[in-house]
């Protein structure tokens, strides 16, 4: 496993020891991980693995059993973080009887931004010509926009997307990728969940979940040299047979 504290550049996101439970479930057992400021990290693994407990460890919002969690250099859920982090959960969080632009304007006077910045983040998540639109009508991929969109108002430093591609089609996901590194060139850092291993060849480094514990963090080039595997999804299946095998030992 890639040791963070060596990889040459500071942690936007350091977890150590994250314990959660839930009804007597241990939903995530001793996590510990870093992620690289200004990187694109994708956090992949099979739905209920406990990457939205992870995520929501990180913006501040689960009750935590145990270990520490710190952002931007302070604690999770700190209220100083509150304009320094953008979250997208995975079911749209905008209203669908106001239009995308009702939306944004409302969202843009909470973050205390005006006019041109609801322009500009039109343009960058390509809805320009959508302003008009109810956001009731729009298809899921438009209406993840739309969430995206209205995360990125305050100008975040850092992003967290919980399976923001999840039911898009081929081409809605790969410009939403190229939204999300050209987001990461401007010197943000992205954390972006996913259970579609394709999807882990366009992330710098990756956080390989299952059964709530982390089994690795790599970045696609060393799970491939890793694993002897050039199919990422193959190399994933090579990961989880050696951490099982280990644990049978």
């Known amino acids: 496993?890639?040791?963070?504290?060596?990889?040459g550049r500071a942690d936007a996101i350091r977890v150590d020891g994250l314990r959660v439970v839930r009804g007597g479930h241990e939903v995530l057992r001793g996590v510990s991980l870093g992620v690289d400021q200004g990187a694109v990290t994708g956090l992949l693994g099979p739905s209920g693995c406990g990457k939205?407990?992870?995520?929501?460890?990180?913006?501040?919002?689960?009750?935590v059993a145990g270990g520490t969690v710190s952002v931007l250099g302070l604690p999770a859920g700190s209220v100083e973080l509150r304009r320094r982090i953008g979250y997208v959960t995975q079911a749209p969080s905008v209203y669908g009887d106001l239009t995308v632009l009702e939306n944004l304007r409302y969202f843009a006077r909470i973050v205390d931004v005006g006019?041109?910045?609801?322009?500009?983040?039109?343009?960058?998540?390509?809805?320009?010509?959508?302003?008009?639109?109810?956001?009731?009508?729009?298809?899921?991929g438009e209406r993840a926009r739309v969430s995206l969109a209205s995360a990125l108002l305050g100008r975040p430093e850092l992003l967290v997307l919980d399976e923001p591609t999840v039911g898009l089609d081929p081409v809605l996901r790969a410009d939403l990728w190229r939204t999300f590194h050209a987001l990461a060139a401007d010197g943000a850092t992205l954390l972006i969940s996913s259970h579609v291993m394709d999807?882990?060849?366009?992330?710098?480094?990756?956080?390989?979940?299952?059964n709530g514990a982390l089994l690795e963090q790599v970045t696609p080039s060393e799970l491939r040299r890793q694993t002897g595997r050039d199919d990422l999804a193959d190399a994933f299946l090579a990961v989880i047979e050696t951490a099982s095998d280990g644990s049978d030992g």
Do not use: Y
């Not at 939205?52 to 009750?63: A, P, Y």
């Not at 999807?199 to 299952?210: G, N, P, Q």
């Open 199 to 210: 999807e882990a060849a366009e992330c710098d480094d990756l956080l390989l979940m299952r």
């Open 1 to 7: 496993m890639t040791d963070p504290a060596t990889s």
């Open 115 to 140: 006019r041109d910045r609801v322009d500009e983040v039109l343009g960058t998540v390509g809805l320009d010509g959508f302003e008009a639109r109810l956001t009731a009508s729009l298809s899921g």
């Open 52 to 63: 939205t407990t992870l995520m929501r460890s990180i913006v501040g919002v689960q009750i």
